[in-house]
């Protein structure tokens, strides 16, 4: 089972208004080194490109 958010939660804040954030409001994690691991971003649009099922034969099958 795999689970992917396909969109982004709306935010409903007045322009100009501040607002605290909380560790959940955060999608993607920066390292300790300034670095942001991309595997599981790839990963997660790696399995969103491909077919669920396949659409044609190879040939001579």
């Given amino acids: ?3 992917y958010a396909k ?3 709306e ?3 007045k322009k ?9 409001d955060f999608v993607y ?10 595997d599981e971003i790839v990963r ?3 399995l969103l490109a491909l077919p669920i099922k396949p ?5 001579g099958e």
Avoid: F, M, Y
Avoid at 16 to 24: D, R, S, Y
Avoid at 29 to 38: G, P, Q, R
Avoid at 55 to 59: A, D, I, V
């Fill in 7 to 9: 969109t982004l939660p």
């Fill in 29 to 38: 994690s920066i390292e300790k080194d300034n670095s942001l691991d991309l």
């Fill in 44 to 46: 997660q649009n790696l």
């Fill in 55 to 59: 659409l044609c034969r190879q040939e």
């Fill in 11 to 13: 935010a409903k804040v």
């Fill in 1 to 3: 089972n795999e689970e």
């Fill in 16 to 24: 100009g208004k501040e607002i605290e954030l909380k560790e959940a």
